[in-house]
């Protein structure tokens, strides 16, 4: 690695820690199980605990894409045992092997002109959190304003390219053979996602977009872009104090609190939504924070997504169903409205199964409450997938919901880390009253 890099880029170096890491973890997993069958001496915890440890280190060394992955596997309590994904979850918001102080300065040098201490009137050495592109800084600017600013890992788009080159390489290997396992539009339209995240001024652009968006959630708190202090790798903010969505998620707060976290979690990204079509699409729990005054802040705007209107037209009548109670009767035909191909031989059967997928992932406004934490929403979801992946394979989303999923699909995975229950249907309701723009 270069001493001007803090990521180590090589493409096979990474590409051979990921599979190190791979063979190493699912040892301890398999030591573990075998432990608890044959209660041998040694806790299958201690061996849960070390797999997580070993998952923190590498993938906070590699940064970029593979720490991304470490991210969606501690918002996930199916991925890991409770024990691993309990120490992986220190990915959301404090990554290992941080950046030292001069590269951080050097990094502001060469993108603003100047070193931090002659930008800003304070410069906090120590980063506030460290994540998959880039670690934050408290400062504060002459004008006596707290702000934070990202600064990106030097050497971490090398490596996110070489991350995406060697992905590609599966990726064209599945599209041999034929059009079923051909992922190359939802490949391209990661590698587009995760490219644009490398550009702190497009991050800028899309926070005032979502700001824009949000204006009908005074709740939400978005901070201002201090255009000043800011260009390609380096970012300054506004700082917005509050307690982090995921110390509240392990804590013991009581469920009408949790309840309240959960609707501002539902506006964060329902409402810009239906509001303006945008997307929050990275909504794990680093990515928030609750306020003072019953609000919530929200940052990181590197992966928002702008949905076409006939896409976005389909899910916000889908919404105004759900805010009424209902699941719509016809959601295979109003998917093909919204741009889905379905390649098998009986489209009947496609949207069969369509509507039965709609029956689980819409079951939170089934009833006046529903419980995230005890309820299974998301494994049903993916027993429906492995019970029948044949037709699962045959119907083909646009590459635009690729990122509208992964922003459904993770603040549901948010709702039921935070344990929340109420009532889910009033919610969507208050959203389709404060309106939309389109």
């Not at 719509?328 to 069969?352: N, S, T, W």
């Amino acid at each position: 690695m270069a001493d001007d890099e803090h990521v180590p880029a090589g493409r096979l170096r990474r590409l051979s820690r990921l599979a190190y890491l791979t063979a190493r973890t699912t040892g301890d997993l398999l030591a573990a199980q075998a432990r608890r069958k044959l209660a041998a001496s040694g806790s299958p915890r201690d061996d849960l605990r070390k797999a997580g440890e070993r998952i923190l280190a590498t993938l906070g060394e590699l940064k970029g894409a593979a720490l991304k992955l470490g991210q969606a596997l501690a918002m996930d309590p199916d991925a890991l045992p409770e024990e691993a994904r309990s120490v992986v979850a220190r990915l959301l918001s404090q990554a290992p092997q941080r950046m030292e102080f001069a590269q951080v300065a050097e990094v502001v040098r060469a993108e603003l002109g100047r070193f931090p201490d002659e930008l800003f009137a304070h410069f906090e050495r120590e980063p506030l959190a460290a994540a998959s592109l880039g670690q934050v800084h408290a400062a504060r600017l002459q004008d006596g304003r707290e702000v934070v600013v990202k600064v990106q890992y030097p050497g971490v788009e090398k490596a996110l390219q070489n991350d995406l080159a060697n992905a590609a390489v599966l990726v064209r290997g599945f599209a041999l053979t034929g059009d079923a396992l051909d992922g190359r539009p939802y490949y391209d339209e990661l590698r587009a996602a995760l490219l644009r995240e490398l550009d702190y001024g497009q991050e800028a652009a899309q926070a005032d977009a979502y700001r824009e968006a949000a204006a009908r959630y005074p709740e939400l708190v978005v901070p201002e872009v201090v255009y000043e202090r800011s260009a390609r790798r380096v970012l300054c903010l506004q700082r917005i104090h509050g307690q982090p969505l995921l110390e509240l998620m392990e804590s013991d707060a009581p469920g009408d609190e949790r309840f309240r976290v959960a609707r501002l979690l539902i506006f964060a990204i329902w409402g810009p939504f239906y509001a303006a079509r945008l997307v929050h699409s990275d909504p794990h729990p680093g990515n928030f924070f609750v306020l003072p005054r019953g609000r919530l802040g929200v940052v990181d705007f590197g992966s928002t997504k702008m949905l076409s209107e006939r896409f976005g037209s389909v899910y916000r009548i889908f919404l105004e169903e759900n805010a009424a109670g209902r699941v719509h009767p016809d959601v295979g035909p109003m998917l093909k409205k919204a741009g889905f191909r379905f390649l098998g031989d009986d489209e009947e059967d496609a949207f069969e199964f369509c509507q039965k997928l709609a029956d689980i992932v819409q079951r939170p406004i089934a009833s006046e409450e529903y419980d995230f934490g005890s309820d299974g929403l998301v494994q049903d979801v993916r027993r429906a997938f492995r019970s029948d992946p044949r037709i699962g394979l045959t119907i083909k989303p646009p590459p635009e919901a690729l990122l509208f999923y992964r922003s459904a699909a993770g603040l549901a995975q948010d709702l039921r880390l935070l344990k929340a229950r109420g009532p889910v249907r009033a919610v969507l309701k208050e959203i389709q009253q404060r309106g939309s723009a389109w």
